[in-house]
Structures are given as C-alpha cells and as structure tokens.
C-alpha cells in the first residue's frame, strides 16, 4: 500500500548560488560520501531529501542527514533513512521507498515513494533482492555511516 508520495524539483544554478552564499549548508544537509558529488549530482539528492520529507507529511523535527542516497553497483539510487526519518516513516508504517532522480541543466527532480509492504510481500521482495535496497533501515537511531 503506498503511504507517501513526494516530488522535488531544484534549480541547479539556484542550488550554486545558495552552496556559495551559505558556507555550512553542505555539511548541514549532506552525508559526509554525498559532498563529493558532481554539483548536478548534489542537486538531485537534494530534491530526493525534500521528496522524502513531502512523503512524510514533512514534520517538524526531521534531520537532513538522516536521509541519504546510495548507489547500487549497477548506480541505481536507493533511500537510506536513519534517525527522525526512520522513525516517522516506521510510525507510518512505511518499510520500503521508491526512488527516482534525474537531472538536465538547469533542473533536478527526484520522486520518491514511500510503501508499506506485508510481511509475505517482504518475503518476496528479499528472495528477489537479498539486498534489500530500498527497505527501511532497520536501526532507526544509527546516524550517518
């Protein structure tokens, strides 16, 4: 059952400007492997942490870095969430996200899905994917890797 939709879009040149005016913003908002990203990269992942909060019904509260991207071997993104926004979306029943980001000068976008799955859809899911790529982490108080 879908929880939660959320979709973002970021001007990259817009996204420039504020990495240049506000000094501390990379730090504040990104994981520590997420700031070597090319700019449009940074963008993106941007877009997928604002997507993420819409599909939590963005409480307050929610920590930035509590919510990265990951790349698959194969580079397809996945949502890691730990912390604040692990615990919003097990307290709304999500266990797993959808995640799609795309970029094309000058703009970002990222949609992100956040789904409950059944214990025998889980099942399925990891005899497919053993992986387990898009599951909701299972240690909601673990932070940054």
């Known amino acids: 059952m879908i929880i939660g939709t959320g979709v973002d879009v970021v001007n990259i040149n817009r996204f420039a400007e504020i990495i240049e005016r506000t000094p501390g913003f990379i730090d ?20 997928a942490k604002e997507a993420a909060a819409k599909a939590l019904r963005a409480p307050a509260g929610l ?3 509590h919510c990265w991207i990951e790349n698959d071997p194969d ?12 615990q919003r979306a097990a307290d709304l029943g ?8 795309t970029h094309d000068e ?24 053993p992986a387990g790529r898009g599951l909701l982490s299972a240690h909601p108080k673990e932070t940054d890797r």
């Open 63 to 65: 920590v930035w870095q």
């Open 75 to 86: 580079g397809a993104p996945h949502l890691v969430a730990t912390g604040t926004v692990a």
């Open 94 to 101: 999500i266990n797993r996200w959808h995640l799609t980001l």
């Open 28 to 47: 504040r908002v990104f994981v520590e492997h997420e700031r070597d990203k090319l700019l449009r990269s940074m963008a993106a992942r941007f877009a």
């Open 106 to 129: 000058p703009v970002a976008i990222a949609s992100v899905v956040a789904e409950h799955l059944t214990d025998d859809e889980l099942l399925t899911l990891m005899r497919l994917d």
